[in-house]
């Protein structure tokens, strides 16, 4: 058996081919043979910062100011990926690599809530489902562009080490409001009202209004009550393998693209450019269609397909990236339209929490999902099979969720719906 036979290292050490790339990390600290796990740790290890940020984000931001910490955490993603320019070792770009997955999840959840604090209920809905996203896909459409033209990897993480504008971003009149930076908040509410030709009233602010809201916010939650009751445990239970494997199945097929057949590049914008209907489709699918309904169909289309791959001739290798293409809109669709339908299904006092909760499940899924991309190494179609039938159970999961279309969020746990 090859497993019994003995193994030595390259004594010689290695030569790669420039075709493609001209040099990486693995080229840079050999990252092959007996080293090739570090690869896809070094991902993963990305997506552990992004855990980290993914916990800190909301709290600093909730003490210190949206704007301040957006810019701030800007400056870590930015700062430290500059400093990664300058490894010397892969420990070093690793331990850098982390903390720039902090900074980039935090100034990203800080964004989104900064802009739907900001924007008004007609814009915000827009803001949330298609705005973030689809610049979202933009910037990840601009990655192999500019990776085509730059194909060193050090010069790549220059290139891309861009400060945002900190100016011309106003601080959200909400936050300064529950500060009690009323004078703030009211310059800021003036000016927009400004901008938009709207006459502002005189006295924006009651603050006997103010006191009372106050009171109300006293009430605080606890993980715990996630799970308080057998029915909004099993939703809880249900909504986090749901953000779990979708998190697998659309990070397992956006890091996929280097494994699939023709120039890598070309593969990495396409998987990009799916992205843009898949969210005008979710955004349609959520305005008019029942969201458990909706959503599974998407899975089932998402996994379907992922999982057709395998019987897909060799020969035909166009077919094999249509479908992972047409996986991939089926995912980026069901994970865009995951927030929303998480947010309606739980009430107030523990809507952010239930967020943060499957949010990290999700985070969880991003972390393995490079080492179902590393199966690949040895069998091509493993990864797919995977992916595929786990997608396809989440989608018969999902048919067990309450239905939330066209009802008000609950305010209570005793209107939380059941699960039917």
């Known amino acids: 058996e090859l497993g019994s036979l003995e193994q030595e290292p390259c004594l010689d050490g290695w030569e790669y081919s420039r075709d493609v790339y001209s040099s990486t990390i693995v080229t840079e600290w050999n990252l092959v043979c007996e080293d090739d796990w570090k690869a896809p740790l ?3 290890l990305f997506y552990v910062g992004v855990l980290i940020g993914s916990f800190i984000s909301g709290q600093l931001s909730d003490r210190f100011g949206r704007k301040n910490i957006l810019f701030l955490t800007m ?3 930015t700062g430290f990926s500059f400093l990664q ?8 770009f690793t331990v850098l690599f982390l903390i720039v997955g902090m900074g980039q999840i935090s100034n990203y959840v800080v964004a989104f809530i900064l802009g739907t604090e900001i924007l008004g209920k ?13 610049f979202f896909a933009i910037g990840y459409m601009l990655l192999p562009l500019f990776a085509y033209f730059i194909r060193d990897w050090r010069m790549l993480l220059l290139a891309l080490t861009v400060l945002g504008f900190f100016r011309i971003i106003p601080e959200s009149p909400r936050w300064l409001i529950s500060q009690g930076r009323y004078k703030e908040a009211e310059i ?3 000016k927009a009202a400004k901008i938009n030709g709207v006459a502002a009233p005189a006295v924006l602010f009651d603050t006997t209004e103010m006191q009372d809201g106050k009171a109300q916010q006293q009430q605080k939650a606890i993980l715990l009550d996630l799970f308080r009751t057998r029915n909004i445990a099993t939703i809880t239970i249900m909504s986090l393998l749901l953000w779990f494997f979708t998190s697998v199945g659309y990070f397992g097929l956006s890091l996929s693209t280097p494994n699939w057949h023709g120039d890598a590049y070309i593969n990495c914008f396409l998987s990009a450019v799916i992205e843009v209907p898949a969210y005008v489709i979710a955004w349609l699918l959520l305005r008019s269609f029942p969201r458990r309904y909706s959503l599974s169909g998407i899975l089932f289309l998402g996994g379907g397909v992922v999982l057709f791959i ?3 001739p060799a020969d035909l290798n166009v077919l094999s990236v249509g479908l992972v293409m047409l996986g991939k809109f089926g995912i980026t669709a069901a994970f865009s339209m995951l927030y929303v339908y998480n947010v309606e299904l739980y009430p107030t006092l523990v809507r952010n929490m239930a967020v943060g909760a499957t949010s990290t499940a999700s985070r969880l899924g991003s972390i393995i999902a490079p080492y179902f991309v590393y ?4 069998d091509r179609f493993l990864p797919y099979i995977l992916m595929g039938s786990l997608t396809l159970l989440i989608g018969i999961l999902t048919l067990f969720l309450p239905e939330s279309f066209g009802n008000t969020l609950p305010e209570s746990f005793e209107q939380m719906l059941k699960v039917k």
């Open 42 to 44: 070094t991902t993963s």
């Open 75 to 77: 400056a870590v993603q």
């Open 85 to 92: 320019i300058f490894s010397t070792s892969w420990e070093m």
């Open 122 to 134: 007609s814009v915000r809905i827009l803001f949330s489902t298609l705005g973030i996203c689809i």
């Open 188 to 190: 800021i509410i003036r």
């Open 310 to 312: 395998q019987l897909v």
């Open 375 to 378: 199966l690949g190494a040895y």
